[in-house]
């Protein structure tokens, strides 16, 4: 809808040329030039706003029509909305080096924000920062009684901190420190009288009352930002203000902020002790700014935390409590950091706070700061934290996994607070297939998160079951799509995807036979255990298609990636021997979702290259079950990635220059079961339930085969009878249709290669299996490029040699 | 503290890949430090960045917004009204956020919040510490009173030559990307301040 409309205006304001764009800044500047700023003038501001704002390149504006744009900002008298198109200009043009705007020719706060809007927009090339700080603190301090309206200006004050912290001096921050406690303490708790008095209007109608809680009654303390009023008067709006800035302000000019004291730590001693004094003391106008500040922080914090229990009677004011008691806590966790005297006040109240909302799911997301809370502050305090890990880790993922926010904050909390586990890591470790629901829900927003957070989960107890885990991920997706849809519905709107009706999938859900199965994949902890789910595999195959499972299945190779990298810092020998007994195992038992499993295949078969070159002994102490995986024949076709890996890696590693214990009848073995492979792969014919098997796995078939008998010389007769057949068959126009021409030919080259190469035993020996020193300088890093190389450079040497013989 | 706030285009996740994804409006608050540019075009490398960033942020809305559609099986015409009476359900318009990792694209790491709401994209780029009840709540109102002032229900509604009605909002709303905590009340009081200075 939007998009064509938007296209062609977008494109019209692009294309506009200088001229024409000269033209009309002087229609411009004659406009603005007029006394009466008139409608047209807004309607053409407007659109220059487009045309500046519509290109990621610089638009030239005529010098004049700039200036005239910087005064019109500035005039005593101007409608709001052209004022707020200039600055918006201005500000779209930025950084721009030709701006004379300063703040000195404002006439009133509302302006003075405006500009201070454009020349924090210029990078801070010329200081504007510090310009712009200056300038609203000596409009702060001015206290005129019908003084221009304070309230413009406390956001820039924050924003100008936020960019710069610096720009404050000490004083500077310590008087805007009073200021902000008289406003967040003193303000009126009368309600405000309305803008438009009146002429006629009498005093008593005039009468304001007084300002009450979120569920009507009368407020019972200080004003905050859940008091509620007809009409707010200004220091009640700068209430308002004061408390959104306040986490801010109170670090910036905390004692690791920038603005603290030389003599930091002698100072914050004293100070704290004088809180600790007079704690109980409502008399604290004795502590200084920063205390006090941090006393009425903390005074705020619980009358927010008090006035949450009330029950809101609009439903925009009870979102509101929410975001209230989170910033309430994450105050009070600034504050017990910077004085510990706060803590012993504050648990109390935290601890009952918590107790209270953790039966309510809808302030689960309250329950993460507060975790925090406990988290940092729990040694000091004495607090059983486990608890509080516990309701967190254990229920709330597996209830709560659908809501794309609080899986997001979730996550976050994990990866953000990870230095404060300490001892307790292993509640995090072992709640993966909890915190895997998050991902198997919202793959696409928490795949990057994850990727970061593995190396953390994954460690030698965890590593198997969460490899198991990953390449079950887009099954568990299926899983929890039936959870909801087996459960009381939560919401109006179905949370699942109403497009999808798997009726059998929901009886197999039911079903009490696959009740434990579905139980190990819905479970909440790690298991210490694995189950084949195979079963589950087949039995949720309709809901395959489904786009949730889909875009999880995408996100499972990223992932897999990730999990190696972190598992190969931590894994042993044996626990290298189980991943990779895992990986043949899992790659013809995978959850079949449309191109899944080709693109994990690629990844597994990549990875245990990886493993067997860290570990090329593997070979050898796992010859048994690598020989039941390359007996199974019926999985060639469909994992043909994983069988070329593997016989690849037999090929390269099954020798004793990798593991002394590797015997001439292992050897042997290996080369009866190749050699039943390579028929069978040549023998059968594509279909149309067979799909045809990639020609790089007769050669590697090929290759590997002729490695094994130059390392067991009785082998070759065998072979080169093999590799004739080979030849002939490629040769043969039988061959072309299930590998293609460029495959048949390959298949023959390499055949021939193999068989002249086998005529030299002891060059053979030499290339195929290389000693140490001899296979590290390559003069290609790539491996597989190597060999081939070699084949071709003997074959050329062993023809021209037959060329030159006699006869 | 919001970095920047922007309104882009969002395509039905069915659609075939007609045009680009479109920055309507964009407003960020403040600027990251300048590197020290001593060259000559120095403001104006600046100000690409800055676009691109803000084009970089839409783009990534937009797939994740098309991805949490479809992955919910919601149609396509989900993002266009019904008709210009109904309220529109916020409350259930797909939302979500994400991260953004330091230098990509923004020097620091940020946190984005997104709302989709008739096939219109808003979002806030926030600091990672930022309260994000409280910005998801935020954007929510911004939303609802954009489409409320600029009357987005409407046939033939744009919201490309009314840069100043948006201004306006965010000037109140969120000054200086301000997160601010506003009842229902203070809500009010803003929103009659607007339509006196804004009459439709």
């Known amino acids: 809808m939007f998009t064509v409309g938007a296209e062609s205006l977008l494109q019209q304001a692009r294309e506009i040329q200088a001229e024409e764009l000269g033209k009309f800044c002087s229609r411009i500047c004659k406009l603005l ?92 090339r010329r200081e504007e920062v510090n310009m712009v700080a200056q300038h609203i603190l000596r409009a702060l301090e001015s206290r005129q009684p019908e003084g221009p309206s304070l309230r413009h200006l406390l956001p820039v004050m924050s924003k100008v901190v936020g960019l710069s912290p610096g720009a404050l001096q000490e ?15 003193y303000a009126s708790v009368q309600q405000g009288l309305p803008h438009s008095g009146g002429f006629f209007s009498t005093a008593r109608a005039r009468q304001p009352g007084p300002i009450t809680e979120v569920d009507g009654a009368v407020a019972t303390d200080f004003f905050t ?89 609009r439903k925009g004011d009870s979102d509101l409590q929410k975001a209230c008691l989170v910033e309430a806590v994450l105050v009070l966790d600034v504050l017990c950091r910077q004085d510990l005297s706060f803590l012993y006040r504050t648990l109390s109240c935290l601890k009952a706070l918590h107790g209270r909302l953790s039966g309510d799911p809808a302030c689960v997301r309250v329950l993460l700061p507060l975790a925090r809370f406990f988290l940092t502050h729990g040694e000091a305090a004495a607090v059983d934290s486990e608890a509080v890990y516990q309701h967190l880790f254990t229920r709330v993922p597996a209830e709560l996994f659908h809501s794309p926010m609080l899986a997001f904050e979730f996550v976050q909390f994990c990866r953000d607070n990870l230095h404060l586990f300490g001892r307790n890591l292993s509640i995090l470790t072992l709640s993966f297939p909890n915190l895997f629901k998050f991902l198997a829900w919202n793959s696409p927003a928490l795949t990057a998160e ?51 009706r798997s009726p059998s999938c929901l009886e197999a859900f039911r079903d009490p036979q696959f009740q434990g199965l579905f139980q190990h994949l819905l479970r909440p902890k790690a298991s210490g255990t694995t189950e084949r789910l195979a079963p589950l595999h087949q039995l949720l195959q309709p809901m395959a298609s489904c786009a949730r499972v889909a875009q999880c299945s995408e996100a499972v190779p990223t992932l897999l990636h990730a999990y ?41 078969s990549s990875q245990f290259l990886a493993l067997c070159k860290l570990k090329p002994s593997l070979v050898v102490e796992l010859a048994r079950h690598l020989l039941e995986f390359l007996g199974s024949v019926s999985g060639v076709h469909s994992r043909a990635s ?108 390499r055949a021939t290669e193999l068989l002249n190469l086998l005529k030299m035993p002891s060059v053979a020996q030499f290339v195929l299996t290389p000693s140490a020193e001899v296979g590290s300088p390559r003069y290609h890093r790539d491996v597989n490029m190597a060999l081939p190389l070699a084949l071709r450079t003997v074959s050329r040497l062993v023809e021209k040699e037959a060329s030159l013989l006699p006869g | 503290m919001v970095h920047a706030f922007l309104i882009h285009t969002l395509r039905a996740p069915h659609a075939e890949d007609t045009g680009l994804c479109r920055v309507l409006y964009s407003c960020v608050f403040g600027s990251e430090k300048s590197p020290d540019d001593p060259r000559p075009h120095g403001a104006e490398r600046d100000r690409l960045l800055r676009k691109e960033q803000i084009l970089a942020v839409a ?139 804004w009459p439709r």
């Not at chain 1, 805007?176 to 967040?184: A, C, E, G, P, V």
């Open chain 2, 59 to 197: 783009r990534q809305v937009e797939s994740m917004c098309r991805l949490q559609l479809q992955a919910s099986g919601r149609p396509p015409m989900d993002l266009q009204p019904q008709s210009s009476d109904e309220p529109v359900p916020l409350h259930e318009a797909p939302r979500g956020a994400f991260r953004l990792a330091a230098g990509d694209p923004f020097q620091e790491p940020r946190t984005v919040v997104w709302l989709g709401v008739l096939s219109l994209g808003f979002a806030l780029v926030l600091d990672t510490h930022d309260n994000l009840l409280l910005a998801e709540g935020t954007l929510r109102l911004l939303a609802r009173l954009l489409v409320d002032h600029l009357r987005l229900l409407a046939p033939g509604a744009n919201l490309l030559l009314r840069a100043d009605r948006i201004e306006g909002i965010l000037t109140r709303f969120l000054p200086h990307g301000q997160l601010l905590f506003l009842n229902d009340q203070f809500i009010q009081g803003l929103e009659k301040e607007f339509s006196a200075a």
């Open chain 1, 225 to 313: 930002v859940l008091s509620m009023g007809h009409h707010f008067t200004e220091d009640q709006w700068l209430n308002v203000q004061a408390f959104s800035m306040l986490r801010a302000w109170l670090l910036h000019s905390g004692p690791e902020g920038p603005g603290a004291p030389d003599s930091d730590d002698k100072s914050e001693l004293e100070g704290s002790t004088l809180s600790v004094i007079s704690a109980t003391s409502t008399a604290g106008r004795l502590l200084p700014p920063r205390e006090r500040l941090r006393e009425v922080a903390f005074e705020y914090c619980q009358r927010l935390i008090e006035q949450s229990t009330r029950r809101a009677l």
């Open chain 1, 450 to 500: 994850f990727v970061a957070l593995l190396p953390v989960l994954v460690d030698a107890t965890t590593a198997v079951e969460i490899l198991h885990a990953l390449l079950d991920l887009p099954c568990l997706t299926a899983a929890l799509d039936l959870q909801l849809r087996s459960l009381p519905a939560l919401s109006e709107r179905p949370l699942w995807d109403t497009s999808l």
């Open chain 1, 33 to 124: 030039r007029e006394d009466d700023l008139g409608p047209d003038a807004v309607d053409c501001l407007r659109r220059l706003f487009l045309i500046v704002s519509a290109t990621k390149y610089n638009r030239r504006l005529d010098k004049t029509c700039v200036d005239l744009l910087q005064a019109t900002l500035c005039l005593p008298a101007c409608p709001e909305p052209l004022q707020v198109l200039c600055a918006a200009i201005l500000r779209e043009m930025s950084p721009s080096d030709s701006l004379t705007l300063s703040c000195n020719h404002t006439q009133n706060t509302r302006q003075l924000s405006l500009v201070a809007s454009v020349l924090l927009a210029q990078g801070d």
């Open chain 1, 171 to 185: 004083d500077q921050t310590t008087l805007l420190s009073k200021r902000l406690i008289d406003w967040l303490r």
């Open chain 1, 642 to 749: 994983m069988v070329t890996s593997v016989v690849w890696a037999v090929g390269e590693y099954l020798s004793v220059t990798y593991d002394r214990r590797c015997t001439v009848e292992q050897i042997n073995k290996f080369f009866e079961a190749l050699e039943a492979l390579l028929f069978e792969v040549t023998q059968s014919r594509p279909s149309a339930t067979l799909p045809k098997c990639p020609p790089q796995v007769v050669t590697v078939l090929m290759t590997t085969l002729t490695k094994l008998a130059s390392r067991s010389q009785d082998l070759i007769p065998r072979v080169s009878l093999l590799l004739s057949k080979m030849r002939t068959l490629a040769q043969s126009p039988a061959a072309s249709s299930p590998h293609g021409e460029e495959g048949a030919e390959a298949i023959h080259t």
């Open chain 1, 564 to 604: 190696f990298a972190a598992v190969t810092q931590v894994a042993s020998g044996a626990l290298t021997d189980q991943l990779v007994l895992v990986l043949l195992e899992r790659s013809d038992s995978l959850y079949r979702v449309p191109q899944f499993e080709a693109r994990v295949h690629r990844v597994l």
